[in-house]
């Protein structure tokens, strides 16, 4: 054999191998890439099976309606978010803590408004400078009958809940409605409205934040709580809804 034909065989050598080699890393890689499928499946499905608060399956930001109101409540614009926390917190100081009242301070505001307009309007010819002029406010006809719409459907759907509750369909529904209002009733007697008001707004900007940042911790102390309290009530059921006459327990959940 010629030293042309033995570098020829050898190189045909050479080649086999690498091509071999490629084969067996394109199997391998395939095998990897089925391989992190399956373990994104499957911890899709795990994270599906997980216990959820209120058995929700959005994010929070879409639980919240998504929008501009939900990245308000999460603080994804803390300069608006911000802002409402402390307006909020300057007329809850005002009304509540100094005992202002509105009247007395719409009153005092135009008050003075009106009083350096005039100063300045009488002033111009000294300082050689114009007055501001007065912007023309006109609030949007479709901005008001949108928020009229709005709090006419809210209203009607909670007349709505209302009957249904009042009509004894569910007295599982019927005991939690009480509950809550009851519930609603000492706080308003401890504290009124404005300042019941500006803690739900505190409790809106600072609950969903927590609960997106610790999700997993919450739920898994929610999932506890549910389980102790459907404890709760089997004992509640076995020792007092049981002994209820036949016509209420028919409606029982």
């Known amino acids: ?20 080699k490629l084969h067996g890393h394109a199997s391998s890689s395939s095998s990897d890439s089925d391989d992190d499928r399956d373990i994104k499946s499957s911890a899709a499905a795990t994270k599906a099976k997980l216990y959820r608060l209120f058995r929700r399956d959005k994010p929070v930001h879409k639980v919240l309606g998504g929008g501009k109101p939900a990245d308000i409540f999460l603080w994804r614009d803390k300069r608006i978010s911000g802002g409402v926390i402390g307006f909020a917190t300057i007329v809850w100081v005002l009304f509540e803590l100094l005992e202002y009242h509105l009247l007395s301070l719409v009153c005092h505001v135009l008050i003075l408004a009106l009083a350096i307009l005039f100063l300045w309007s009488n002033a111009s010819t000294f300082i050689n400078k114009s007055p501001p002029t007065i912007p023309e406010v006109i609030i949007p006809e479709d901005i008001v009958l949108g928020v009229a719409s709005a709090l006419c459907i809210e209203f009607n759907q909670a007349c709505s809940i209302f009957q249904d509750i009042a009509r004894g369909k569910e007295l599982k529904k019927f005991l939690a409605v009480i509950a809550g209002l009851w519930i609603l009733s000492s706080l308003g007697s401890c504290c009124n409205f404005l300042t019941l008001f500006y803690i739900g707004i505190i409790l809106l900007h600072t609950v969903p934040v927590i609960y997106e940042k610790y999700d997993d911790q919450i739920d898994a102390f929610a999932e506890k709580a549910e389980a102790e309290l459907r404890k709760q009530y089997a004992v509640f059921n076995d020792k007092v809804l049981s002994k209820l006459p036949k016509a209420l327990k028919d409606k029982l959940p």
């Open 1 to 20: 054999m010629s030293d042309h034909e033995k570098n020829e065989s050898i190189a045909e050598t050479v080649i086999d191998q690498i091509t071999d």
